[in-house]
């Protein structure tokens, strides 16, 4: 009898602590191991793609390039590309050469430096007009994607800034 | 007798101290719980006002660009951004409460990088620092080919807005 | 001989458990009452944070209503800001709300509009909640415009408050909060049922609109300038509060949907503020687009460059009006930019387009 009671005891006692040990538990998994939200690295990676590649298409390459926007030296690039562009810059090269340079310049003072990765992908249905990459694009990924209609097709214009 | 008594006495001590130890165990473990949860929602408070004060610059009518009285998403007046020199300074008060500790600066990326605005400049002690890069178009109105040939500068450049936001 | 030990050993064992137990009983309502009061406070922060995020982000979406899920609190308002269970307040500029928020369905709706004079100069912000119910007379002139002027999720009714029988018009529907608007008639002679009579003072309030004789845009009568006078129910009747001057739509809905004169009136001058910064951002922009087209190189490219100098002139006028905020400067303000025939701002930037200059707003 009196082992019967004691046995019962320890059996109380072991239960208080089993559940005392769940709650532990339970408080370690929702609030030790909370992760921070990253809502500021979320809005502005919304919001990177598209305002890189609307302030990129409009901007005017001054002296260098008569004064012709990217977008348009692209369109050319596109329309003329077996030969390299029908616009002739300043510093003789042509739409094509120039609009590449003129990219990669661009990405390299921003994307470059900030340590994004990201994808930029200009092509027809028959030419990849300019393709420009940093590091992998494995995980989530915000896309902006413009197309303007050229004489060889659909002009599509995707850039893919990788989380 | 005595010792019975004793020991019982010295049982309830000890329960009573085993008790008070594990309560004050339990107490430090919350405390060190609590505290973490607070610094992460902390952060993310300071993220949050990063983001709003991102968000009033970039919507400012004193430095967007204006078509026919539509705002033009994502662009700034180059002529607005030479404008507001001085204008920042003179009602530092007005803006303090819209822009707090911060620094937003504007650079052009292209076609050349030699031109860039301080916009608002307020940094005093800080512990920490939350970047933001927006790219933004800048317009110069006088380069409009609208306004005929100028071929003096180009209309739209492209540039990143920095927001410095001091915590 | 038998002691009394035993006894005493009893009691004292009863007496330390006792002492003991108050003690440890003690320590816990106090955690719980301080934990209490500390979860509350972080509650009351965590809302006001995501409040005002909200608030920020929704003010920036011009011409769009929202409707939000507001916490199970009440959030009040005045001239320094929005505030969640006395924390600091939420500072948002140009932002109008009656001066109690609350929602037995816990919605509020939040609106924004692009305040242009002409050029945009604010984005006001309309924080409103469905219990508020908005009155409008439809006896005077313009009551049917200004009815439809007000966004369609809010409470709004259309009543002809000079008849007999006022009571039968107007049933009690639980409002926390009523006003009643008026276009050119005054709300002296109504007679308030007795539900409104039994509400608190503050709780009913009134607006009359008066329309000043400011050439009014072409898409609303309202859209012009004009005199908005506050109104708060003393007992039976309404007892003037004050008069104050508006400028343009977006001010005069501001003027409905906050109840405090003190709130529209410490409001509309931060706008004035506001306007009076813009206008000095444009005045120097418009001053180096003058210079720049007066050098003789460039001269022909705009022909209409002495349009940039009249502009200045306008410009400089719309700076010292917004300093007050009394009715005749806003409405120089106003005539200066779209009446005063052909040299007011708006004309001047048709005259600086048709030349393919670049324009000063």
């Given at each position: 009898m009196k082992n019967k009671k004691s046995q019962m005891e320890l059996l109380g006692l072991a239960i208080v602590i089993v559940l005392i040990a769940m709650g532990i538990l339970f408080i370690i998994r929702f609030s030790v191991l909370k992760e921070p939200s990253e809502t500021k690295k979320k809005y502005t990676f919304s919001e990177l793609a598209s305002n890189t590649v609307s302030a990129m298409l409009i901007a005017n390459s001054g002296e260098e390039c008569k004064n012709i926007n990217i977008r348009d030296l692209l369109i050319d690039c596109a329309e003329h590309f077996s030969s390299n562009g029908s616009i002739i810059c300043e510093d003789g090269n042509k739409s094509c050469f120039y609009v590449r340079e003129a990219t990669r310049s661009i990405f390299n003072k921003t994307l470059d430096t900030w340590n994004r990765n990201y994808q930029l992908n200009v092509s027809t249905s028959s030419n990849t007009v300019l393709n420009s990459s940093r590091g992998s694009c494995l995980g989530e990924r915000k896309s902006s994607l413009f197309f303007f209609e050229t004489l060889e097709g659909t002009l599509f214009i995707r850039l893919d800034v990788c989380g | 007798m005595r010792r019975k008594s004793q020991i019982r006495m010295g049982e309830s001590i000890a329960v009573m101290f085993v008790f008070f130890l594990l309560l004050v165990a339990g107490f430090i473990f919350y405390s060190k719980i609590e505290r973490r949860n607070i610094i992460i929602e902390k952060e993310e408070a300071d993220e949050l006002k990063a983001i709003e004060i991102a968000q009033i610059v970039s919507f400012l009518p004193e430095t967007q660009c204006i078509k026919e009285n539509v705002q033009v998403y994502n662009c700034l007046d180059i002529l607005k951004l030479e404008a507001l020199k001085g204008v920042i300074e003179e009602n530092r008060l007005y803006y303090y409460d819209l822009l707090q500790n911060s620094n937003i600066t504007v650079k052009q990326i292209?076609?050349?990088?030699?031109s860039s605005w301080i916009i608002y400049n307020n940094s005093r002690n800080w512990t920490k620092k939350i970047s933001t890069q927006i790219p933004v178009s800048l317009f110069n109105a006088t380069g409009d080919p609208t306004a005929g040939d100028t071929g003096i500068d180009p209309y739209y450049a492209f540039g990143v807005m920095y927001v410095d936001v001091f915590i | 001989m038998k002691t009394k030990r035993g006894v005493i050993e009893v009691q004292f064992n009863w007496i330390f458990v006792l002492i003991a137990g108050a003690i440890i009983l003690l320590l816990f309502v106090i955690i719980v009452q301080r934990q209490s009061d500390v979860s509350e406070e972080k509650a009351s922060i965590d809302i006001k944070t995501k409040f005002k995020t909200i608030l920020v982000s929704a003010k920036q979406s011009t011409n769009t209503l929202f409707s939000l899920q507001m916490p199970k609190t009440e959030i009040t308002y005045d001239c320094n800001g929005y505030s969640v269970k006395g924390t600091n307040p939420i500072v948002l500029g140009e932002s109008f709300s009656p001066s109690v928020l609350k929602s037995v369905t816990r919605t509020l709706y939040l609106w924004s509009l692009d305040w242009s004079?002409?050029?945009?100069?604010a984005n006001f912000q309309y924080i409103v909640s469905p219990d508020v119910r908005y009155i409008v007379d439809d006896s005077g002139d313009n009551a049917t415009e200004l009815y439809n002027l007000l966004p369609e999720n809010i409470t709004k009714e259309f009543v002809n408050l000079n008849q007999i029988n006022i009571e039968e018009d107007l049933e009690d529907r639980n409002n926390y909060r009523v006003k009643f608007i008026f276009v050119d008639n005054e709300p002296d002679g109504i007679s308030l049922p007795g539900f409104l009579k039994n509400m608190k003072n503050e709780d009913v309030t009134a607006i009359k609109i008066d329309i000043g004789d400011c050439e009014a845009?072409?898409?609303?009568?309202?859209?012009g300038c004009g005199n908005v006078s506050f109104y708060e129910k003393d007992d039976a009747n309404f007892d003037k509060k004050g008069k104050y001057p508006y400028l343009k739509k977006e001010s005069l809905l501001g003027a409905i949907f906050v109840d405090n004169n003190d709130t529209y009136e410490c409001i509309m001058k931060r706008a004035m503020k506001k306007l009076e910064i813009t206008t000095k951002v444009y005045y120097n922009r418009t001053s180096f687009l003058y210079e720049y087209f007066q050098d003789i190189e460039r001269s022909n490219y705009c022909k209409e460059r002495f349009e940039y100098f009249l502009g200045l002139k306008r410009l400089n006028s719309t700076i010292t009006n917004s300093t007050e905020f009394l009715f005749k400067n806003v409405k120089d303000i106003y005539n200066e930019v779209y009446?005063?025939?052909?040299?007011s701002l708006k004309s001047l930037n048709k005259e600086l387009q048709r030349g393919s200059c670049p324009l000063i707003y």
């Amino acid at each position: 009898m009196k082992n019967k009671k004691s046995q019962m005891e320890l059996l109380g006692l072991a239960i208080v602590i089993v559940l005392i040990a769940m709650g532990i538990l339970f408080i370690i998994r929702f609030s030790v191991l909370k992760e921070p939200s990253e809502t500021k690295k979320k809005y502005t990676f919304s919001e990177l793609a598209s305002n890189t590649v609307s302030a990129m298409l409009i901007a005017n390459s001054g002296e260098e390039c008569k004064n012709i926007n990217i977008r348009d030296l692209l369109i050319d690039c596109a329309e003329h590309f077996s030969s390299n562009g029908s616009i002739i810059c300043e510093d003789g090269n042509k739409s094509c050469f120039y609009v590449r340079e003129a990219t990669r310049s661009i990405f390299n003072k921003t994307l470059d430096t900030w340590n994004r990765n990201y994808q930029l992908n200009v092509s027809t249905s028959s030419n990849t007009v300019l393709n420009s990459s940093r590091g992998s694009c494995l995980g989530e990924r915000k896309s902006s994607l413009f197309f303007f209609e050229t004489l060889e097709g659909t002009l599509f214009i995707r850039l893919d800034v990788c989380g | 007798m005595r010792r019975k008594s004793q020991i019982r006495m010295g049982e309830s001590i000890a329960v009573m101290f085993v008790f008070f130890l594990l309560l004050v165990a339990g107490f430090i473990f919350y405390s060190k719980i609590e505290r973490r949860n607070i610094i992460i929602e902390k952060e993310e408070a300071d993220e949050l006002k990063a983001i709003e004060i991102a968000q009033i610059v970039s919507f400012l009518p004193e430095t967007q660009c204006i078509k026919e009285n539509v705002q033009v998403y994502n662009c700034l007046d180059i002529l607005k951004l030479e404008a507001l020199k001085g204008v920042i300074e003179e009602n530092r008060l007005y803006y303090y409460d819209l822009l707090q500790n911060s620094n937003i600066t504007v650079k052009q990326i292209y076609p050349d990088s030699t031109s860039s605005w301080i916009i608002y400049n307020n940094s005093r002690n800080w512990t920490k620092k939350i970047s933001t890069q927006i790219p933004v178009s800048l317009f110069n109105a006088t380069g409009d080919p609208t306004a005929g040939d100028t071929g003096i500068d180009p209309y739209y450049a492209f540039g990143v807005m920095y927001v410095d936001v001091f915590i | 001989m038998k002691t009394k030990r035993g006894v005493i050993e009893v009691q004292f064992n009863w007496i330390f458990v006792l002492i003991a137990g108050a003690i440890i009983l003690l320590l816990f309502v106090i955690i719980v009452q301080r934990q209490s009061d500390v979860s509350e406070e972080k509650a009351s922060i965590d809302i006001k944070t995501k409040f005002k995020t909200i608030l920020v982000s929704a003010k920036q979406s011009t011409n769009t209503l929202f409707s939000l899920q507001m916490p199970k609190t009440e959030i009040t308002y005045d001239c320094n800001g929005y505030s969640v269970k006395g924390t600091n307040p939420i500072v948002l500029g140009e932002s109008f709300s009656p001066s109690v928020l609350k929602s037995v369905t816990r919605t509020l709706y939040l609106w924004s509009l692009d305040w242009s004079v002409p050029y945009k100069t604010a984005n006001f912000q309309y924080i409103v909640s469905p219990d508020v119910r908005y009155i409008v007379d439809d006896s005077g002139d313009n009551a049917t415009e200004l009815y439809n002027l007000l966004p369609e999720n809010i409470t709004k009714e259309f009543v002809n408050l000079n008849q007999i029988n006022i009571e039968e018009d107007l049933e009690d529907r639980n409002n926390y909060r009523v006003k009643f608007i008026f276009v050119d008639n005054e709300p002296d002679g109504i007679s308030l049922p007795g539900f409104l009579k039994n509400m608190k003072n503050e709780d009913v309030t009134a607006i009359k609109i008066d329309i000043g004789d400011c050439e009014a845009q072409p898409n609303s009568i309202f859209d012009g300038c004009g005199n908005v006078s506050f109104y708060e129910k003393d007992d039976a009747n309404f007892d003037k509060k004050g008069k104050y001057p508006y400028l343009k739509k977006e001010s005069l809905l501001g003027a409905i949907f906050v109840d405090n004169n003190d709130t529209y009136e410490c409001i509309m001058k931060r706008a004035m503020k506001k306007l009076e910064i813009t206008t000095k951002v444009y005045y120097n922009r418009t001053s180096f687009l003058y210079e720049y087209f007066q050098d003789i190189e460039r001269s022909n490219y705009c022909k209409e460059r002495f349009e940039y100098f009249l502009g200045l002139k306008r410009l400089n006028s719309t700076i010292t009006n917004s300093t007050e905020f009394l009715f005749k400067n806003v409405k120089d303000i106003y005539n200066e930019v779209y009446t005063r025939d052909i040299n007011s701002l708006k004309s001047l930037n048709k005259e600086l387009q048709r030349g393919s200059c670049p324009l000063i707003y």
